[in-house]
């Protein structure tokens, strides 16, 4: 069942403090804000109430992981239920003892947890050093934290979630490159798909190559948008992180929301900043009938996309 | 053997004239100016010695079609071999009685016809009636025109070719829409895949969605370049073209060469050009070392993408 009705997103872009409870509390008030403003799905950035610890190993860091059942979503949920509103809270979460996850709980608005989704593509680049720290999501479907219902629909470790608002697909971050992401969990007949971001400027790298770096991650996602038909919405974190021996990470903000065809209707700066945009479903069906793409794809032909290589 | 050395590109966008001598005549003075500026790889626009006959429902235009061994390709493997360039040539295949494809020629640089590419992925929209005209590509390796050595590599109905200067995966119009044509034909080995295009505004359409119909056919191809690390060019066909009975369609341009990182090289507005940008095999193995996303496709996880609908 996707929206019948239009539904108002938010995309709250910002940083990190010094702890986990002061980024938690500007967290909450920002969702308050946001949820003021008229927003019904808020979706917070990856990772959302810790530094990017990713940027060197440190075995120490596997103690930011926290379990689903923890204080931070616990205080999520009851934040979802008081405003009656969706939430989307990336967070670390500690599984098991040794096994750590970059996973998202999509919490509806009556507070219910529905489950996890964890990160299937996971990086591993100078200050991404994330296939240190997290397992990835499975390729098959598996069992979600004890008393949640779950996704409504999932296929091959991507998901779709029902909420009082909108049908859900979730990513995170470096799933966002993926074009066979976005068209399962888009074909799992999601609104939206929401990539929840941690993306930044290598500081020695800005001059040359930033602007192009922004225009890149915003091009692939646009491009999921329109080749699907699909809103999008992608929270980026924002601001410098410093890293002892390293230049750092300069977050680079740019969150935007897309409409199915790829325009713009909500765009960041640098800045830390709450988006907010309404997603009319109906427009979802006009524009697959204006350009009617999915009707045309060759399901017998793309098999070989099941290959690494293929010269 | 991808390229190993930079190669030049050339994207011809044009309209046609009455008659279909004075086209390819047009056409061949064209592909000289572009040699004569360096160019070692000219791509022609879809269909390109015809109207764009697909806007109504017409069987005498069936008539249209010629064969692989007919004149028109003759006389371009013939150019090919005299001016020492590979030739990228989409037209309107008669394969058998009744029979018709939307195929590309592909002539290497000594005149030889390697074999045709057609069209995998077939429109049908107001004043664009392809399904009528054109049995879609196979999605099988099928035999090539006697006498063609074929594709140096295929899956699934994409090829991708090895011609002296350049691995070239061809794919026509429609195909661009399709995130599954790009990858598989990237795998493929290409340094470069092409678009040969015939898209435009329907002119009541044209100030309400025009821009961001230009807009969203380029981001969906550079969104290709991306996510595969490869060079695309996408020659489009320019000028407006009557049909009784319609509004006709205004053939919008706007056609471009992107490098792998999605940055445009080459563009175009709407008016007749020859687009001409040199691709330097270097940056396909730099970007995708920067940014490394064809290790971590999670292969074990796409199967489902094989499906239509998933909901």
């Known amino acids: 069942m996707s929206a019948t009705r239009p539904f108002t997103i938010a995309c709250i872009q910002d940083g990190?403090?010094?702890?986990?409870?002061?980024?938690?509390?500007?967290?909450?008030?920002?969702?308050?804000?946001?949820?003021?403003?008229?927003?019904?799905?808020?979706?917070?950035?990856?990772?959302?109430?810790?530094?990017y610890f990713c940027k060197k190993l440190d075995q120490a860091r596997f103690g930011l992981a926290?379990?689903?059942?923890?204080?931070?979503?616990?205080?999520?949920?009851?934040?979802?239920?008081?405003?009656?509103?969706?939430l989307i809270v990336p967070f670390y979460e500690r599984q098991a003892p040794g096994l750590y996850r970059n996973s998202a709980a999509v919490i509806d608005a009556d507070g219910t947890l529905l489950g996890l989704y964890r990160k299937m593509h996971i990086p591993h680049d100078p200050l991404f050093e994330e296939k240190y720290y997290f397992a990835p999501g499975e390729s098959a479907a598996v069992a979600q934290p004890a008393g949640c219902p779950g996704p409504a629909r999932q296929a091959g470790g991507f998901m779709v979630w029902e909420t009082r608002y909108a049908a859900i697909g979730v990513l995170i971050c470096w799933d966002q490159w993926y074009p066979e992401a976005a068209r399962i969990t888009a074909l799992l007949g999601a609104d939206v798909l929401v990539y929840p971001t941690a993306i930044g400027w290598h500081?020695?790298?800005?001059?040359?190559?930033?602007?192009?770096?922004?225009?890149?991650?915003?091009?692939?996602?646009r491009a999921h948008a329109i080749a699907n038909g699909v809103f999008v919405a992608a929270p980026n974190r924002a601001g410098f992180e410093a890293e002892a021996g390293t230049d750092g990470i300069e977050f680079f903000g740019h969150s935007f929301v897309s409409d199915p065809f790829g325009?713009?209707?909500?765009?960041?700066?640098?800045?830390?900043?709450?988006?907010?945009?309404?997603?009319d479903p109906a427009l979802i069906e006009d524009t697959r009938r204006n350009w009617p793409f999915l009707r045309d794809r060759r399901v017998d032909a793309y098999r070989p996309i099941?290959?690494?290589?293929?010269?």
Chains 1, 2 share one sequence.
Do not use: N, Y
């Open 66 to 86: 926290e379990p689903v059942d923890g204080p931070t979503i616990a205080r999520m949920r009851a934040l979802a239920a008081e405003l009656a509103v969706v």
């Open 203 to 221: 500081p020695a790298e800005k001059a040359t190559f930033g602007d192009a770096q922004v225009s890149a991650w915003r091009t692939a996602q």
């Open 16 to 51: 990190v403090l010094p702890d986990r409870t002061a980024t938690v509390d500007a967290t909450v008030a920002r969702i308050r804000d946001a949820h003021d403003k008229g927003a019904q799905v808020i979706v917070l950035k990856e990772l959302f109430d810790a530094p």
């Open 263 to 279: 325009r713009l209707i909500a765009d960041a700066g640098t800045e830390p900043t709450t988006l907010i945009a309404t997603c």
């Open 306 to 311: 099941l290959e690494r290589w293929l010269a």
